[in-house]
């Protein structure tokens, strides 16, 4: 059946009364209920494309039917998604994969589900089809010109894709690097990527940002070009004002202390967003949340701190997107459970006594610090969640809905269970 907003007023009036009684109690444990619900209320996070189909690995792929075929349908599953949890706003669009042939078609689509279009990424990991030059080596890193201009162009193609659908930023990920010792002379290497990121930050417009995304590892795996946020940072200090640092999660060594990374980069100003997702051992993709939740959670206590103390506005000032992906979970429930995750997280830093941890900070009481924060942490902040939902007019149970109005096998008998969506 289609999802209609009678369902969800159907779904919300059977668990209004429950939801009610958990939300009084709440509100009368925390001092700012009402701030922090109308802050959830404008908090969007960016669904990436990519993410709607089944993922997969090396060795296998099992896809759960009804996939998104075509950048009209993952805006229609993004929809979906908004239409269940109101926070999934914006969709983040992966060229050449999501390239469209009508723009103003795929933009009436994104604005009737009343989306926006998130950064556009650029594709410099693969060849496409015919490719002249290949990336096997390296796109902007390149010891050959011709590769390098190849994928300079890709990224100005890029821009221009994202300026006609209204998009403000580009991310910047590369898998440039090297498998061995002695492959590559670091220094030029480094040199190479930074005279091809000039070349893109030259064309991008003036109300736009470039994120340099980081990462250690994969599929290089002895250097990394942009290996890590000190990397990310030369570039973007020498690029210029519209270049950021991207952070994404499962980018890092392990037990790298991201929140620390976070603090800093938000000081130099240089924090440019987030790719959120989990991971146990490296860039795993999992569902936002569901490995360290503490983790997400002091990551947001720093945002909230550093953002407040910049006067930064909180909806705006940052890129807020997912990164994952869904082997063995339906990929909608699986970004519903991380949207949740982020939420979470969020409203949970919010409630965070700021007066007190600073307070407590200056006197060196370390074990009251701690208590504060985990204070807010073990909070259960759900109902708050569920409550910018309601007034959103989505559901209280995003996933509950999904299941209970069968959204997935609707997918599944309009576009078929053999669908494979472009994309990982
Ligand atoms: C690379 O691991 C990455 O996180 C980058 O953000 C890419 O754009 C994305 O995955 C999808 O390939
Ligand atoms: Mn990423
Ligand atoms: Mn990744």
Request: aromatic fraction near 8%; proline fraction near 3%.
């Amino acid at each position: 059946m289609k999802l209609e907003n009678y369902h969800l007023e159907s779904h919300n009036s059977e668990r209004l009364a429950k939801h009610e009684r958990q939300l009084d109690f709440i509100t009368s444990e925390i001092s700012d209920a009402q701030s922090i619900i109308q802050k959830l209320v404008d908090f969007q996070i960016a669904i990436p494309s990519w993410a709607l189909g089944t993922g997969g690995t090396r060795f296998g792929r099992f896809s759960s039917g009804g996939e998104p075929r075509n950048i009209e349908e993952k805006i229609e599953d993004v929809g979906l998604l908004h239409k269940l949890n109101g926070s999934s706003g914006a969709i983040s669009l992966h060229i050449p994969w999501d390239t469209a042939d009508n723009t103003n078609a795929i933009k009436a689509l994104a604005a009737q589900h009343g989306l926006r279009f998130d950064a556009m990424n650029s594709n410099t990991f693969q060849d496409q089809p015919d490719q002249a030059q290949s990336y096997k080596f390296g796109s902007l890193q390149h010891v050959d010109k011709a590769v390098r201009k190849h994928a300079i162009e890709h990224n100005i193609e890029v821009i221009r894709q994202g300026v006609e659908l209204g998009s403000k930023a580009l991310t910047v990920w590369l898998a440039d690097g090297s498998c061995f010792p002695g492959q590559l002379n670091f220094r030029k290497a480094f040199q190479n990527t930074l005279e091809s990121l000039r070349e893109i930050y030259a064309a991008l417009p003036n109300d736009w940002k470039i994120f340099v995304e980081y990462k250690a590892f994969e599929p290089n795996f002895y250097s990394t070009t942009v290996g890590d946020w000190g990397q990310s940072l030369l570039y973007a200090n020498k690029l210029g004002p519209k270049a950021y640092t991207l952070v994404d999660l499962g980018h890092h060594l392990p037990n790298a202390n991201i929140e620390q990374i976070v603090s800093l980069l938000l000081m130099e100003e240089k924090l440019g967003g987030f790719h959120f997702n989990d991971s146990k051992y490296g860039d795993d993709d999992l569902t936002a949340g569901s490995i360290k939740p503490y983790q997400l959670f002091l990551i947001f206590n720093e945002l909230v701190e550093g953002m407040d103390a910049r006067g930064m506005d909180h909806r705006e000032d940052l890129g807020w997107m997912i990164d994952a992906s869904h082997n063995v979970k339906d990929p909608l429930e699986d970004l519903l459970q991380s949207v949740e995750a982020i939420m979470i997280a969020y409203a949970q830093a919010l409630s965070v006594d700021r007066v007190a941890l600073q307070d407590a900070q200056a006197i060196n009481d370390v074990a009251r610090c701690q208590e504060i924060l985990q204070q807010a942490f073990r909070t259960d902040v759900r109902p708050l969640v569920a409550e910018a939902r309601l007034r959103t007019g989505a559901a209280l149970a995003p996933l509950e809905a999904f299941r209970t109005f069968k959204v997935r096998q609707e997918l599944i008998s309009n576009r078929g269970s053999k669908t494979v969506a472009t994309g990982l």
